[in-house]
């Protein structure tokens, strides 16, 4: 076969590895075999094969307790590499990097995933008491000052299935134990134009102050947020923190493209 004709037909065995990887990311969950071969339209025996061998690149893993399959941590790294090279959040890694030199306190941008918010980067402030955030993180949706903006300003699928599950599984305060409660918390969020948690956190003894970017189709796209040690910093809305994250969000929301008209 010549080396055009080779070129033409492409690599069968990766295109099929390619199907098992996107029914996994399509399926937003760890999954079982039987449920992966489904999603790929393959026999078990088969997707078990190929998941061998995307295991040892490290593009899934498996959990030995519950045998489920999810992507592994060369996966992730694709992603984060592949969000690190867009135009957007390049801007947003130097604002966060400018909004840390002005206020002095740990900044960090979050991205919207298929599976909800996760942070994508973060800068550390010059001070001996600081909070480390861990580039990879995913966040909570309601338990998370990032969580809530992308909560209240994007509107999908995967928002509700995140509220309805940690509406039964996350330890939340007394005033958000319902549906209703949640959608006027973030109703709120969307008056304020931004979040300040320091009570039931998803760290103990942390609180954050996040506030939305928005793009050129007046969407929300990215977070900024301001996190520190509990009572480190005011997060009142005239205080400098929070003056200064929101002037950073809109800033950056502007040079996206952002006119200020409604979604």
């Not at 055009?4 to 199907?19: A, D, F, N, R, T």
């Not at 998941?51 to 790294?77: C, K, M």
């Not at 599976?115 to 001996?128: C, L």
Request: net charge neutral; with cysteine; charged share 20%.
């Amino acid at each position: 076969m010549s080396e055009e004709l080779e070129g033409k037909h492409g690599v069968q065995s990766l295109e099929i590895g390619m199907s098992i990887l996107r029914a996994m990311v399509n399926g937003q969950r760890s999954m079982m075999l039987k449920d992966i071969a489904a999603a790929a339209d393959m026999p078990a025996s088969k997707a078990h094969r190929y998941l061998v061998s995307l295991i040892r690149a490290g593009l899934v893993e498996q959990d030995p307790l519950t045998s489920r399959y999810d992507l592994g941590g060369f996966a992730l790294n694709i992603g984060l590499v592949a969000i690190d090279r867009l135009d957007r959040v390049r801007l947003g890694l130097s604002e966060i990097a400018r909004l840390r030199d002005e206020i002095n306190e740990t900044t960090a941008l979050a991205v919207w995933s298929e599976n909800g918010p996760v942070i994508v980067r973060w800068e550390r402030p010059r001070r001996a008491i600081t909070v480390n955030v861990i580039t990879g993180t995913a966040l909570h949706i309601l338990n998370s000052a990032s969580g809530r903006i992308f909560a209240a300003w994007l509107k999908n699928d995967t928002v509700d299935r995140l509220i309805g599950q940690e509406l039964k599984n996350k330890k939340l305060p007394p005033h958000l134990q319902t549906r209703s409660q949640v959608d006027q918390m973030l109703a709120q969020v969307r008056a304020d134009g931004y979040c300040a948690l320091s009570d039931y956190y998803m760290a103990s003894g942390v609180e954050a102050v996040a506030a939305p970017v928005f793009n050129f189709r007046n969407e929300i796209t990215m977070s900024i947020v301001v996190v520190g040690v509990k009572g480190m910093f005011d997060m009142s809305p005239d205080s400098q923190v929070v003056s200064a994250l929101r002037r950073s969000a809109g800033d950056l929301s502007l040079r996206l493209g952002y006119t200020g008209e409604p979604a």
